[in-house]
């Protein structure tokens, strides 16, 4: 009690986080003031009702829990790395207001404590009621989890997963949102191992966040300002391990959750007991305080428990009826392709989900989410899908989200694809996979997909100039961490999944590949300078297309998988970038980021201007004769030109891009450039010199240019000396 009465005169106010501070009411402080219960030798009293997981007050630590159909709920507590609980604290039955229970406990010492509950209830698992007071389960809402410090190693021995309590006492000072618009985005997908991994890095905390960090420099000058990061959540790597081809095989992209909230403690350089999450903000605020926002891979579409054969972690033994669409027999939907499906439009859940996003941008000041297979976020509890799905629209509309980027994985392995469908409020932009798909065609030399690839290139607004404008919605892509990197497109015709074991039989076969001839590692130059020049071809038409451009880590310096599209498992040089390769290939590096430059240099590209003073609109279509805009299958030639007027320059910006996607050399004129302005080349994949990327344009003496077979150029409608191009 001397604990209690020294708070009691000094009438110091509960220490908690930021949010939870602000939630706090007079009568909550007042509280404090009520006499102690005893359970198990332990001081408690009731909690605070309102705040989920373990929160950290000036003498004890807050436990809230809740459950629908639970009877009885145990708190246990453990000496960090101990088999068996110190302590096992039932909450009283006054504890427990409506489904929520909630206690204070007294005289912890955080520094050396792990938790977790004991849930008992009905057990029928024809109506998905799988209580067992025997199974130690994680806290749904856990902020940090012991258990696989090490990667691809698990501590404990009898596979606990344990949460920690965390202080929360991070100084972001005025850090925030930096906000950048959509359409002036360049997005930047990379997993945080992967990044660093490989000693070729050279960095000092290699695979880490730390290591991130120390790569910021390099971001900066590559031009991005996003990087969207594969899953952070607490995963479990070892879930599949196995061995293959004399490759230990892991869960490496980390899509099966364990905690939602809870960063992989792995992916830290350093152990940071009730501290996690520290270096990941200081690698968040490194990047924000240079100019990069950061975008999280978020997977609340499944998680790690997975079907009836699957492990008992959390949301089985809180609420498995719940938590998960089952069918009429207690079975699980798997809309997911991983066994198991999260209920998410169950009003728990949607909670739970919302929770978990404000926390991450309160916390993290994450500036967005990417949502694996979004999809299944739109169906209701029988699977079927939903019209206005509550929690779509609830995200939309949330208001500390109210600035965040929301990007969906329009589609689930349950078949539904959504691509320029998904429910938007004019709120959420979408992967568009459709770009993907109709320019990896047309680039590779299928010309009769022009008049599709036309519709990606100038934003889609097939799929999304009804419910919200195609510049602002469609991320578009060429490449992702799902697929080959972009050197791989141009090298090799078919998947090589050899090393993932399953007999080549996973990962996509459609991929709109082409090996440029020689199918993967070659010594033939003529093939090796073609892969180039499609790799040239590919970036450029990506950064003059309407839209939010993302690229995929290692891309800019032509990093290879060998063949591998499915790499989901691969924790070696198969997914690691090889840096090496920056130095190797540094003149197509340097193209990269010049083209990503010129994307920044030109609004006319990126969105609608006011109207150019030339007359020229917006957009327009042309083929190899300016005068002809229809683009047909039988369309060599797709040439785009954009325009509007530049105030901050004082004249028009236009920008006139022409792709020559067929296999011979191609005549072309240009348009007649506007009064007072000349033609002047910018970029030309196919040029003999190697001079692909004019830092100065070169001025144009006459109309006609001759595409090079398989190139792209882009060209600018220049005033004089005084632009800068």
């Known amino acids: 009690m001397n604990e209690y009465r020294r708070h009691r005169q000094s009438r110091k106010p509960i220490e908690i986080g930021e949010r939870q501070g602000r939630e706090l009411r007079k009568s909550d402080l007042n509280r404090q003031m009520l006499a102690l219960d005893e359970i198990s030798g332990f001081r408690v009293r009731p909690g605070f009702y309102g705040i989920n997981g373990a929160t950290m007050l000036t003498d004890g630590v807050n436990f809230t829990v809740y459950s629908n159909g ?298 967005g989410f990417r949502f694996d297979l979004a999809s299944i976020l739109g169906r209701d509890q029988d699977g079927s899908p939903m019209e206005r799905p509550p929690l779509i629209q609830r995200l939309a509309y949330d208001p500390i989200l109210g600035n965040v980027k929301l990007i969906a994985e329009a589609w689930d392995a349950g078949g539904m694809y959504q691509v320029g469908n998904f429910p938007a409020w004019k709120r959420w932009a979408e992967w568009n996979g459709k770009y993907r798909d109709d320019i990896r065609s047309f680039l590779k030399g299928d010309i009769w997909a022009a008049p599709e690839a036309v519709k990606r290139i100038t934003g889609s607004m097939d799929l999304y100039g009804g419910a919200y404008l195609g510049y602002e919605s469609s991320v578009n892509f060429i490449t992702c961490h799902d697929g080959f990197t972009l050197y791989d497109l141009y090298a090799y015709n078919s998947k090589h999944n050899e090393d993932n074991g399953w007999n080549n039989t996973d990962g996509a076969n459609d991929n709109r590949s082409w090996n440029c001839g020689a199918e993967g590692m070659t010594t033939d130059q003529g093939i090796n300078d073609l892969r180039f020049r499609m790799m040239r071809n590919a970036i450029t038409v990506l950064m003059c297309s309407r839209g939010t451009p993302m690229i995929y880590a290692g891309d800019e310096f032509g990093n290879t998988q060998y063949g591998n599209n499915n790499a989901y498992c691969q924790d070696n040089e198969i997914s690691w970038l090889n840096w090496q390769l920056l130095d190797k290939n540094k003149d197509f590096f340097d193209f990269y980021r010049r083209v990503i430059q010129f994307r920044r240099k030109h609004p006319c590209i990126r969105k609608d201007l006011p109207n150019a003073k030339s007359g020229y609109p917006n957009i327009s279509l042309h083929t190899e004769n300016p005068d002809n805009g229809n683009i047909t299958g039988e369309s060599k030639v797709v040439c785009v030109r954009y325009a509007g007027f530049y105030n901050k320059k004082g004249h028009d910006d236009i920008v006139y891009m022409a792709i020559n996607a067929y296999w011979e050399d191609v005549q072309i004129m240009l348009p007649n450039p506007p009064e007072g302005m000349y033609w002047a080349l910018c970029i030309d994949t196919g040029d003999d010199d190697g001079k692909y990327f004019f830092n100065r344009p070169k001025p144009l003496t006459w109309r006609n240019k001759t595409l090079k077979a398989r190139s792209v150029s882009v060209f600018i409608a220049a005033n004089g000396a005084e632009y800068g191009g």
């Open 70 to 367: 639970a009877t009885t709920v145990t708190l246990l507590l453990y000496h960090r790395g101990e088999d068996k609980p110190f302590a096992q604290i039932p909450f009283p039955e006054s504890y427990k207001i409506g489904k929520v229970y909630s206690m204070i406990v007294f005289g912890l010492d955080i520094e050396n404590l792990e938790y977790c509950y004991s849930v008992d209830g009905p057990w029928d698992p024809e109506k998905g009621l799988l209580f067992n007071k025997n199974n130690v389960l994680l806290d749904p809402y856990a902020k940090a989890v012991s258990g696989q410090r090490i990667w691809g190693q698990r501590l404990n021995k009898n596979g606990q997963y344990r949460a920690r309590v965390v202080r929360d006492n991070f100084e972001w000072n005025a850090t925030s949102n930096l906000g950048i618009p959509m359409c002036d985005s360049v997005i930047y997908e990379m997993h945080v191992r992967g990044f660093t991994m490989d000693p070729s890095s050279g960095v000092k905390c290699r695979g880490t966040f730390e290591g991130i960090k120390e790569k910021v420099e390099y971001l900066k000058r590559l031009g991005v300002t996003a990087v969207e990061l594969m899953p952070i959540f607490e995963f479990d790597e070892t879930r599949d391990k196995r061995e293959v081809n004399g490759k230990v095989l892991l869960d490496y992209w980390g899509y099966n959750t364990i905690s939602f909230f809870a960063p992989n403690t792995s992916y830290a350089s350093q152990s940071e007991y009730n501290k996690e999450g520290v270096e990941l903000k200081h690698m968040i605020k490194e990047l924000k305080d240079n100019g990069i926002e950061v975008i999280l891979d978020v997977v609340f579409n499944h998680t790690a428990e997975g079907n009836e054969n699957g492990p008992f972690i959390s949301f089985k033994g809180f609420d498995n009826n719940i938590y998960y669409l089952l069918t009429p027999m207690g079975q699980y939907y798997n809309f997911s392709g991983c066994g198991n499906t999260m209920n998410c439009n169950h009003p728990m859940v949607q909670e739970l989900i919302v929770e978990c996003l404000r926390y991450w941008v309160e916390q993290y000041r994450v500036d």
